[in-house]
């Protein structure tokens, strides 16, 4: 592992320990990879380009998007500092961090990040992140966030979201400038697309996030509760819906 490969998640925002949730998903693992979104193609094709790319799948979680990447015929080295994380991922894997990436300086067209990039240590992380790219290569943060325009999501949404501390960044509000000197002015994409949920799969879904992870079994058994309790006033009882998402995917080319 590489040297302090967690220091870029060791933040705070309030007086919440952010390392403490960033370090929560490898007891969930197998249901983060099972039950998380994938992202939409169209996104991916956006962000990379139709030919094949070197890229660096930074905060690779579980491997979600590396193995999209793949498919799609990049060559997609994954970093992770999470063991259990890491050990859902085939091929070339590597324990490290947003400031300490594993790879030799200027060898990559590109490095992506999904969902994770709120857990980044802000310049820190993209002096490493210039490193590694070549000149002229890309840095894809991307999202998928929940479109809370819809009444029955933004409901959801105050579930998931209404207890825990808001990231210091926010994907939706981000600027052209927001990577740093280093990188040009960020392109935004924006990409509509949906999720087919039933009540239990949505409860899944609130299981792997970080602030259920973190709480006692009192608040668990709360935060479930109230996913049953939405879903049924919405939907009937077994019914599959549609969960909407706009993936967020910015693009921004290292100078």
Same mark, same amino acid.
């Given at each position: 592992?590489?040297?302090?490969?967690?220091?870029?998640?060791?933040?705070?925002?309030? @007086?919440?320990?952010?390392?403490?949730?960033?370090?929560?998903?490898?007891?969930?693992?197998?249901?983060?990879?099972?039950?998380?979104?994938?992202?939409?193609?169209?996104?991916?094709? /956006?962000?990379?380009?139709? #030919?094949?790319?070197?890229?660096?799948?930074?905060? *690779?979680?579980?491997?979600?998007?590396?193995?999209?990447? #793949?498919?799609?015929?990049? &060559?997609?080295?994954?970093?992770?500092? @999470?063991?259990?994380?890491?050990?859902?991922?085939?091929?070339?894997?590597?324990?490290?961090?947003?400031?300490?990436?594993?790879?030799?300086?200027?060898?990559? @067209?590109?490095? $992506?990040?999904?969902?994770?990039? &709120?857990?980044?240590?802000? =310049?820190?992380?993209?002096?490493?992140? *210039?490193?590694?790219?070549?000149?002229?290569?890309?840095?894809?943060?991307?999202?998928?966030?929940?479109?809370?325009?819809?009444? /029955?999501?933004?409901?959801?949404?105050?579930?998931?979201?209404?207890?825990? *501390?808001?990231?210091?960044?926010?994907?939706? $509000?981000?600027?052209? =400038?927001?990577?740093?000197?280093?990188?040009?002015? *960020?392109?935004?994409?924006?990409?509509?697309?949906?999720?087919? &949920?039933?009540?239990?799969?949505?409860?899944?879904?609130?299981?792997?996030?970080?602030?259920?992870?973190?709480? @006692?079994?009192?608040?668990?058994?709360?935060?479930?509760?109230?996913?049953?309790?939405?879903?049924?006033?919405?939907?009937?009882?077994? =019914? #599959?819906?549609?969960?909407?998402?706009?993936?967020?995917?910015?693009?921004?080319?290292?100078?």
């Amino acid at each position: 592992m590489c040297d302090e490969p967690e220091n870029d998640r060791r933040r705070t925002v309030g @007086d919440v320990d952010l390392s403490k949730h960033a370090s929560s998903f490898g007891a969930a693992a197998d249901l983060y990879d099972r039950i998380r979104p994938r992202y939409p193609l169209e996104a991916l094709r /956006w962000a990379l380009g139709p #030919r094949p790319a070197e890229v660096v799948d930074l905060g *690779a979680g579980t491997g979600i998007l590396t193995r999209q990447l #793949r498919e799609l015929g990049h &060559h997609v080295v994954a970093v992770e500092p @999470d063991d259990e994380m890491r050990r859902q991922i085939d091929g070339d894997v590597r324990a490290g961090s947003a400031t300490a990436i594993p790879v030799e300086a200027e060898s990559q @067209d590109a490095v $992506t990040a999904g969902q994770a990039y &709120h857990w980044f240590a802000g =310049e820190p992380a993209h002096t490493e992140i *210039a490193r590694v790219l070549r000149p002229g290569g890309w840095f894809i943060p991307i999202w998928n966030v929940r479109d809370e325009s819809v009444p /029955w999501v933004a409901e959801l949404s105050d579930v998931f979201d209404g207890h825990r *501390a808001r990231s210091a960044i926010d994907e939706r $509000t981000m600027t052209p =400038e927001q990577f740093g000197p280093l990188f040009g002015r *960020a392109e935004l994409g924006l990409f509509r697309w949906s999720a087919t &949920h039933t009540t239990e799969s949505l409860v899944d879904l609130i299981k792997s996030r970080s602030y259920y992870l973190v709480s @006692d079994a009192a608040t668990r058994a709360e935060l479930e509760q109230r996913v049953r309790e939405l879903t049924a006033a919405h939907f009937e009882a077994g =019914e #599959r819906f549609e969960l909407p998402y706009v993936t967020y995917t910015y693009r921004a080319e290292k100078l």
